[in-house]
C-alpha cells in the first residue's frame, strides 16, 4: 500500500495526490516556513484528492489559514487541477509561468478553444471521425478536475521565488509542457522539477497547436542544458525524489534517439502519424492514453521532418509520412 505522506527533512512533505489514470498519483509538495507554508502542485480535483489535502492539513499542522501560495510547475490538469479549491477557500495567489497561464485559458477558458484545435490536428494526422468522437467527450470530461478556475498570477523568470524560507531559481524546461518552470536551489544543490525529468517513467512530450512548433527538440535541447546543474536531490512530479538528476536526463535524450529510430523503420511505406502510433503504442490503449500517445508520435515526426529524416505529404487534407 502506498504511504501518501512523507517527510522530507524538516520542512517539506511530499504528498501523494490520487489519479485516476495509471500514473495513480502525482506528487504535491508542502513546504513550511517560519511564517506558513506553500503548496506545490496540488493534484487533479477529484473528491478523493479533496479527502486525502484535508486530511494531510489536519494530520501534519499546516493549517489551511497558514497557505501563503500555490506555485505551480506547470499547467497539466494533474498538477493544476486542485489550485481552485485552494484559492476559493484561502484567497492566496497560484503563480505559474505566464505561458502556462496562457495554455490554461486555451484549454480550459472561454469557449475551450484550444479542444477544437486538437482534434482537427488529429483528424488531419489520421484518426478516425468515431475516434474523434469519443476524443472530443475525453477532454469536455477534464473540466470538473480543473474546476473552479483560479486566478493566475504570472511568475517573473527573472527573479528568485521565496519557497518556504528558501529562494529557488525559476529555470524554463520546455518540452513536456510548455512554460515548463524548474525551481532551483543552488546552494544546496536541490531541484524542484516537475515532469521535465522523471525516475523510472518517461514523461510525455505532445505537440500543443500554437505554442511550441517542435516540442521534440525544445525537450532535447533543454535536457543537455540541465544535466549540467549540480543537482544532489530532485522532486519530481511523479515517482518519489531520487539523486541522479543529470545521469537520469541524458539517458531521456538516449529513449528519444531510439524512439525516433524505431518510427523510421516503421516509415518504409507512408503512414499517418495515427497509423504509426498504433504501430508503435498498440491498440489497447484507453482514449486517454491514446491522446497523448498520438500527440507524441507527431511531435516526434515534426522533429523527424525537420532534421530532414523523412517526408511529408499532403493527400486529402491528410498528412502521410515516409522516410
Given at each position: ?131 474523434l468522437a469519443g476524443m472530443a467527450d475525453h477532454m469536455a470530461g477534464f473540466i470538473p478536475q ?20 528558501r529562494d529557488y531559481r525559476p529555470i524554463v524546461a520546455p518540452g513536456h509542457a510548455a512554460g ?31 505554442f511550441d512548433d517542435n516540442p521534440l527538440r525544445s525537450y532535447i535541447e533543454s535536457l543537455e ?99
Amino acid at each position: 500500500m502506498i504511504k501518501p505522506v512523507r517527510t522530507i527533512g524538516d520542512a517539506m512533505l511530499q504528498v501523494k495526490v490520487p489519479l485516476p489514470f495509471p500514473l495513480r498519483w502525482v506528487n504535491g509538495y508542502a513546504v513550511r516556513s517560519r511564517t506558513g507554508w506553500t503548496l506545490i502542485d496540488p493534484g487533479l480535483h477529484t473528491p478523493e484528492a479533496e479527502e486525502l489535502w484535508t486530511r494531510t492539513m489536519d494530520e501534519w499542522d499546516l493549517p489551511l489559514g497558514a497557505l501563503e501560495q500555490i506555485v505551480l510547475t506547470h499547467h497539466h490538469p494533474d498538477h493544476y487541477g486542485m489550485s481552485g479549491w485552494f484559492q476559493e477557500r484561502t484567497g492566496v495567489p497560484v503563480r505559474i509561468s505566464a505561458l502556462g497561464a496562457e495554455q490554461i485559458r486555451a484549454l480550459w477558458g472561454e469557449g475551450e478553444p484550444m479542444s477544437a484545435r486538437l482534434l482537427e490536428l488529429f483528424r488531419r494526422h489520421g484518426m478516425d471521425e468515431a475516434t474523434l468522437a469519443g476524443m472530443a467527450d475525453h477532454m469536455a470530461g477534464f473540466i470538473p478536475q480543473v474546476s473552479p478556475q483560479p486566478k493566475l498570477t504570472a511568475i517573473e523568470l527573472d527573479r528568485p521565488v521565496r519557497i518556504g524560507d528558501r529562494d529557488y531559481r525559476p529555470i524554463v524546461a520546455p518540452g513536456h509542457a510548455a512554460g515548463q518552470l524548474l525551481f532551483y536551489d543552488e546552494e544546496r544543490r536541490e531541484i524542484l522539477c516537475g515532469d521535465h525529468v522523471l525516475p523510472g517513467i518517461t514523461p510525455n512530450v505532445g505537440l500543443l497547436p500554437g505554442f511550441d512548433d517542435n516540442p521534440l527538440r525544445s525537450y532535447i535541447e533543454s535536457l543537455e542544458q540541465v544535466s549540467r546543474l549540480q543537482v544532489e536531490m530532485a522532486y519530481p512530479g511523479h515517482r518519489d525524489p531520487f539523486a541522479s538528476f543529470g545521469d537520469r536526463a541524458l539517458e531521456i535524450v538516449r529513449h528519444h534517439e531510439e524512439r525516433l529510430g524505431a518510427m523510421e523503420a516503421k516509415l518504409r511505406e507512408p503512414m499517418t502519424s495515427y497509423a504509426l502510433c498504433r504501430a508503435i503504442f498498440g491498440d489497447r490503449l484507453s482514449i486517454h492514453q491514446l491522446r497523448f500517445a498520438l500527440s507524441e508520435t507527431i511531435a516526434h515526426l515534426v522533429y523527424l521532418r525537420e532534421q530532414g529524416r523523412v517526408r511529408e505529404a499532403e493527400r486529402d487534407g491528410i498528412f502521410h509520412y515516409s522516410v
